[in-house]
């Protein structure tokens, strides 16, 4: 599961930009603005890993503006007997 969108507030209901999934083995997660510079990286991460260390909607320690920042998702999964890759990509709102 990949949200679309997400409120940084600080109200502890989703204030951070993650993902949710079963057979995740490990994924890399880079958000971008609309210019195309990687604002956010978590690489090699596990979903037991990550938590704490998603996407808050903060670049260099300061809040993003509203709107809309692509994503690129590379997740491992495991599947019966093989390892499977996959990347996705597409955009989140934050909402402030």
């Known amino acids: 599961f990949i949200p679309t ?3 940084p507030n600080g109200d502890g209901v989703n204030d951070t930009f993650e993902i949710k999934g079963s ?3 490990k994924f890399d997660l880079k958000v971008f603005n609309r210019w195309g510079t990687a ?3 978590l690489e090699g991460a596990t979903l037991e890993s990550a938590q704490g260390q ?3 909607g903060r670049y260099q320690g300061q809040p993003v503006d509203s709107g809309v920042y692509a994503y690129q998702i590379t997740v491992w999964g495991t599947s019966s007997s093989s390892v499977n890759q996959f990347t ?3 955009t989140v709102m934050v909402v402030r």
């Open 5 to 7: 969108a997400f409120s």
């Open 23 to 25: 057979f995740i083995e």
């Open 39 to 41: 604002i956010f990286l």
């Open 54 to 56: 998603f996407w808050d």
């Open 88 to 90: 996705k990509t597409g």
